[in-house]
């Protein structure tokens, strides 16, 4: 839902997985999920082996040669303009618009269709957001000519940390995130900030400051269908905790509904207390959960690196292998969101049909009743947990070969590559079990 | 639409109750101060949060009654107006949901909410406000005394008096010897508490209280505890691992198991047609309201399932697999009908009428089955503010649930336990 730009808002989503129904859950805990998880497992153990076994040459072509997109700037200026508009419009039907946050297009529109599907289709098709972004074209119109700092060099990426952290923060503890009209007050005043910084250090600021585009803008060098942009923030420290904290901020989401953590922070899944009374627990477990991530990716990085001799090149290598994270990111992002999105996006219909709830029909649509039945029935549920799980699997059999075709050309040697990425490569086949796990477990809902 | 007989009963009701002397100046008040704005209502739902799946269908059911009454002329000639609010399923949002109803949203009264601990964290705000809050909830919060004057649940009965009403049937055709199995929270613990009381009184006995912790997931090893001699077990397991429950009960049980009671609570909106519950063929459930049409199925059940738009088997008319919590929905149809009678007894014009709306409903009493009761007739008490009415048990037959038995409104009576029409309005 909404992590990016706009607003802010973007975990909302996750935090709000409205189409919640209890018999999806416990129909899943029917399913043969061991034996799902086993083989998913093995499929990215057999991902690393087939690392051993395959000639070197093979693992280049996942590593896009960084050619750099130059978009048609006139027509991306104008159609940025346009989502501006768009959002505008959004921004005032959350405000005076229905109060019923199934029924208004502002928090349907960013935390479902922008924030859930948007990161689905740059991975597939490359980087939509550039034509997107709300920015880029307002401060093209209005910063002409104008004088702008330097962002220090030293500030990396540490921005886009710190407003990726704030914007998981608010879907994830904040007591209403897809409210209308708090989710308006978010989504502006984010704007506002973002655009003021961009009047003061230009687009560097989009770039380097604004998480939610960060994210974005490195899922979409996943696409496949496209030519890859190129890298447009440098290598360094704060890259590597951006991909990393992106992938922590998305496992929480999930992790902090299952029974597991429930238990653990002694909370009655049954009787689950609302959200108020979790805010401070979820900010200290996301926190927690990003710095803990952190310091074990590091430590497994470093790790193989010893085991080849080559600490030297730890901090190349680091934030390489942490651009690799952002497929896992994606995986767990499409696994954790696709239930939310199946039922969300019915309502988005719905809401589109009628978006001031006054019983207007402007799709045409004269009666129309949101469905949760596939959460209702075995076949559905398999289904969709099976595209749940594909996609966790998937995402880290391709977070192995990138890895590894990463450390390949850094560290130019065959050997060393296989050595030092070990311990990355046994973070995965773990963190594959644990993603597995999460969506078997029981979770409140 | 004809005018149903619950606001006739409501009205000579109140005429009763309140002295024709102090009721007639503002009926006549409000013949002549006809208004067309409308009555705004206030509908705090479950959109989010653990309670979102029956949010839907209260949503649902609620914009199905007020196009019915709107329809038929509003209430007292003006149109319902819903506003609706989602409170997270979260008590302390609950509380700040009922704020902005009566601050921002400037609405009449307040209906809707579900969940037990939403219900009682809002309604402390609701009282000091002094506006009227319609809860649909079940919970025995109302009735015990620890809500307050503005709080009312007219629209479905509570869980002491749906357990209490059990026992007799449970008693006179399953047996005396009852094993219990619950959730280890308070949910489980009312379950626990109302029946063995009630089944004593029918001269059987618990002869096991097996509480199970409500994070697991795994049962095989509590169905060890049940007694040999248990005739009956009743089971009111909630939660994503009750399908699992069923099945490892089955898987222990086999062809030879006691009889088998339960709360559908544990398997509202779930399809019974599910694999993996066959085991429950042949067991009882309690329904707040039957899921499948009946053979005798009254007019007034017709026409509620037509208007929500919920077929013969309780599922969805647009998606026969989208199965709807018809044993709780029904609350909100019949709520948004007594706050339409009680606003029409008691002649409300605006926010100034509120404890005169408070009065009106106090006063109302029986309710007959109709259209605006198309679960069945209701007896309100003005004292504990808490509705009475019909239960049901059904047995679960190849996939659908058949009627057995239809309890009567004085199985499910009990002392009043407060008496709110003491305090001041």
Request: glycine share 8%; charged share 15%.
């Amino acid at each position: 839902m909404s992590r990016r730009l706009f607003l802010g808002l973007a975990l909302a989503a996750t935090a709000t997985p409205a189409a919640a129904h209890v018999a999806e859950r416990a129909l899943v805990l029917l399913l043969p999920t061991d034996i799902y998880i086993v083989a998913g497992v093995a499929a990215v153990v057999a991902t690393v082996l087939l690392t051993v076994l395959a000639p070197a040459g093979l693992f280049q072509r996942f590593l896009s040669p960084g050619l750099e997109s130059e978009a048609p700037r006139r027509a991306a200026l104008a159609t940025s303009c346009a989502s501006f508009v768009v959002l505008s419009a959004l921004v005032v039907l959350g405000l005076f618009g229905p109060r019923d946050p199934l029924a208004n297009l502002l928090p349907l529109g960013l935390l479902t269709l922008w924030w859930i599907c948007l990161p689905v289709a740059q991975a597939l098709f490359g980087d939509l957001w550039a034509w997107l972004d709300p920015w880029r074209g307002p401060l093209a119109l209005l910063g002409r000519g104008r004088r702008r700092w330097a962002m220090p060099a030293w500030l990396g990426v540490w921005p886009a940390v710190a407003s990726y952290v704030l914007a998981g923060l608010y879907a994830l503890a904040d007591p209403a995130p897809d409210d209308p009209a708090r989710l308006a007050a978010v989504v502006a005043g984010y704007w506002l900030f973002t655009f003021a910084m961009g009047l003061l250090f230009g687009a560097d600021w989009l770039r380097r400051g604004e998480g939610l585009t960060l994210f974005l803008t490195l899922v979409a060098r996943l696409a496949p269908f496209r030519r890859t942009p190129a890298l447009s923030v440098p290598l360094s420290g704060s890259l590597a905790v951006f991909c990393v904290t992106a992938l922590a901020v998305g496992s929480f989401d999930g992790l902090n509904e299952s029974f597991w953590w429930l238990g653990l922070i002694d909370v009655n899944p049954l009787a689950f207390p609302g959200r108020t009374a979790l805010i401070g627990t979820n900010v200290g477990g996301l926190l927690a959960a990003a710095l803990a991530l952190n310091l074990v990716f590091a430590a497994c990085v470093y790790a193989g690196l010893r085991l080849t001799g080559r600490t030297d090149a730890f901090a190349g290598l680091w934030p390489r292998l942490a651009l690799s994270l952002i497929a896992i990111a994606l995986g767990y992002h499409l696994a954790h969101l696709l239930t939310a999105a199946l039922v969300n996006l019915q309502y988005l219909v719905a809401a589109a049909n009628d978006p001031l709830a006054q019983g207007a029909a402007w799709l045409g649509i004269t009666e129309f009743h949101v469905t949760t039945s596939f959460f209702n029935q075995r076949h559905t549920v398999q289904a969709i947990w099976l595209v749940q799980a594909a996609a966790i699997v998937g995402a880290h059999m391709l977070a192995v070969l990138l890895a590894h075709a990463v450390a390949l050309r850094a560290l130019g040697n065959r050997r060393a590559a296989l050595l030092s990425q070990a311990p990355v490569a046994a973070f995965m086949v773990l963190y594959t079990l644990f993603g597995l796990w999460l969506l078997s477990t029981p979770v409140a809902l | 639409m004809t005018k149903s007989a619950t606001s006739k009963v409501g009205r000579r009701a109140v005429l009763a109750g309140l002295g024709a002397a102090a009721a007639m100046p503002g009926l006549t008040r409000y013949v002549q101060a006809q208004s067309s704005e409308p009555i705004r209502i206030g509908f705090q739902v479950h959109r989010t949060g653990i309670g979102a799946a029956y949010g839907r269908w209260y949503d649902r059911t609620s914009k199905a009654a007020v196009k019915v009454i709107n329809a038929a002329g509003g209430i007292n000639g003006r149109p319902i107006e819903l506003v609706t609010e989602d409170d997270g399923t979260d008590p302390k949002r609950g509380a700040e949901v009922v704020e902005k109803f009566a601050t921002a949203h400037r609405a009449d009264v307040v209906f809707g909410t579900l969940f037990s601990h939403v219900v009682i964290g809002s309604a402390p705000r609701a009282g000091e406000l002094k506006l009227p809050y319609f809860v649909v909830s079940e919970g025995h919060h109302v009735a015990s005394g620890m809500l307050n004057r503005y709080t009312l649940q007219p629209g479905i009965t509570d869980v002491k008096s749906q357990v209490q009403a059990m026992a007799p049937f449970v008693a006179d055709n399953l047996g005396k010897k009852v094993a219990m199995i619950f959730p280890d929270f308070a949910f489980g613990h009312d379950h626990r508490d109302f029946f063995s009381a009630a089944i004593a009184k029918q001269g059987g006995e618990v002869v096991a209280k097996i509480a199970i912790p409500p994070t697991e997931s795994s049962f095989t090893k509590y169905f060890a505890r049940i007694p040999r001699d248990t005739e009956v077990l009743y089971h009111v397991m909630v939660g994503p691992a009750v399908l699992t429950f069923v099945k490892e009960m089955g898987e222990f049980f086999g062809a030879s198991r006691p009889e088998i009671f339960g709360f559908l609570d544990s398997l509202e909106a779930v399809d019974l047609a599910t694999p993996g519950l066959e085991f429950l063929d042949g067991t009882y459930f309690w329904e707040g309201n039957p899921r499948y049409a009946q053979a005798d199925q009254s007019a007034h059940d017709k026409f509620f399932r037509e208007a929500v738009g919920v077929d013969a088997n309780g599922a969805s008319v647009s998606d026969a697999k989208d199965v709807s919590t018809y044993s709780h929905m029904f609350g909100c149809w019949e709520t948004l009908h007594v706050i339409k009678a009680g606003m029409e007894a008691a002649g409300y014009q605006g926010p100034a009428d509120r404890a005169k709306l408070i009065e009106a409903i106090e006063a109302m009493g029986p309710m007959a089955e109709s259209r605006a009761h198309p679960q069945g007739a209701k007896r309100f008490n003005g004292k504990t503010h808490q509705t009475f009415g019909h239960q049901f048990i059904s047995q679960v037959e190849g996939g659908r649930l058949v009627l057995r038995h239809r309890t009567s409104i004085e199985d499910t009576l009990y002392p009043d336990e407060v008496d709110y029409t003491t305090r001041p309005l």
